[in-house]
C-alpha cells in the first residue's frame, strides 16, 4: 500500500515540476546551479544532513572535519567553495567515463572484458546515475548520496593510481632495455 501512495506522489511530483520548469525556467536553473555546488562540496556540510542545530557529535568532529575537508576537497572553513573538489571528481568522472566505453568497445569487439574494467564501469555507472539524481531531482538528501558516491569515487582513484604505476613501471623497463620514447637505443 505505501508504494502505490509513494509513486503515485512521485507522479504528482513530477507533473508539478514540469508546470515550474515551463512557467519558471529560472527557478529550475537556479536549483540546478545550487544542486551543482553542492554536489561538489563534502558530504559532511549541514550536519547532521542538513539539521541546523548544533550537536555534541558535531561540536567534537568540527576541528578534525574542517581539516579534512580542506585537505580532500580544498573547502576553506569560511567558504562554501570546494576547488579540489572540482578538479578531482571531473578528471575522476572523465576518467572513468573513458575507461567505461574503452571496456564497451572491447566488450562489443571481442566478446570478453576484463573483471577491473568491469569494476570501472560498474562504479562509474552509479555514480553517473547518483550524480544524476542529486542533480536534476534530489536537492534534500545530498549528504546521504554523497556518502553512497564518494567510495565509487576512491575505486576509479584507485584504479587511475594503478594504471599510473603500471605505465610507469612499463616505461622504466623499456628504458632499461634500450627504448626510450618507442625509439631503439643505439
Not at 111 to 119: E, H, I, R, V
Request: hydrophobic share 50%; aromatic share 12%.
Amino acid at each position: 500500500m505505501d508504494s502505490l501512495w509513494m509513486a503515485a506522489t512521485g507522479r504528482q511530483l513530477r507533473k508539478d515540476g514540469f508546470v515550474i520548469l515551463r512557467t519558471h525556467p529560472e527557478a529550475t536553473l537556479k536549483g540546478l546551479r545550487q544542486n551543482i555546488i553542492n554536489y561538489f562540496l563534502p558530504a559532511d556540510i549541514n550536519w547532521p544532513f542538513g539539521s541546523k542545530s548544533e550537536h555534541l557529535n558535531q561540536v567534537t568532529l568540527a576541528p578534525a572535519l574542517r581539516i579534512f575537508d580542506l585537505v580532500t576537497t580544498g573547502k576553506p572553513a569560511r567558504h562554501n567553495y570546494a576547488p579540489l573538489s572540482y578538479a578531482g571528481i571531473s578528471c575522476l568522472l572523465g576518467i572513468g567515463l573513458w575507461r567505461s566505453i574503452r571496456w564497451l568497445k572491447r566488450l562489443i569487439r571481442h566478446g570478453g572484458g576484463n573483471a577491473s574494467d568491469l569494476t570501472i564501469a560498474f562504479a562509474f555507472g552509479n555514480i553517473a546515475y547518483l550524480s544524476a539524481v542529486l542533480v536534476f531531482y534530489d536537492f534534500t538528501d545530498q549528504n546521504r548520496i554523497l556518502f553512497e558516491v564518494f567510495p565509487l569515487l576512491t575505486v576509479l582513484l584507485a584504479s587511475l593510481i594503478v594504471v599510473a604505476v603500471k605505465r610507469r613501471l612499463l616505461l622504466n623497463r623499456a628504458r632499461r632495455f634500450g627504448f626510450a620514447n618507442g625509439k631503439v637505443g643505439v
